[in-house]
């Protein structure tokens, strides 16, 4: 298994994988574009956040900033709204279904580490140490209203 697929499905990965990389830093770069469109450009923003997540729903919206790490783990049902600041440490997939509200300065994370720090290493083929890391999806159903400041952790479904 390639080291995202691992990611994807759960399993410990090696973060620093330059594939991983090279899929994060793309969306970062289109997290920063989105955050630079006037929040009066409607259009400009739906076609960003279209080309950003995995899905965006119909009349979904994301306030200004938004914060993520890939971007493309991410969906959006329809008629949701996501407030200003958000974070989603998105190395693992998030669901966020149609008709739901999330506060202004929500994060959602979907990536853990052991607890044990004699295991939060791995040793490469040649040598060098990485960082263990592991995800667990967060899916938030339809209809539901997560007020500002929440923090959802890995693993954790809301609704639905």
């Known amino acids: 298994m390639s080291e995202e697929e691992k990611q994807l499905a759960g399993l410990p990965y090696d973060a620093a994988d330059p594939a991983i990389r090279q899929l994060q830093n793309a969306g970062k770069t289109k997290m920063l574009a989105y955050n630079a469109i006037p929040p009066t450009d409607t259009e400009a923003r739906r076609r960003a956040l279209e080309e950003m997540l995995a899905a965006c729903g119909q009349d979904s919206h994301i306030n200004q900033p938004f914060w993520f790490d890939f971007g493309c783990h991410i ?18 997939l998030i669901h966020i ?9 929500v994060k959602i994370y979907t990536a853990s580490h052991p607890l ?45």
């Open 75 to 92: 969906s959006i049902g329809d008629h949701s709204i996501v407030n200003l600041n958000c974070t989603f440490l998105d190395t693992g």
């Open 97 to 105: 279904g149609s008709f739901t509200l999330i506060g202004p300065d």
């Open 116 to 160: 044990a720090s004699a295991d939060r290493y791995r040793y490469r083929a040649d040598g060098s140490p990485f960082l263990i890391t592991t995800t667990k999806p967060v899916t938030i159903g339809d209809g539901v209203w997560i007020g500002g400041g929440t923090i959802v952790l890995p693993g954790v479904t809301i609704g639905d």
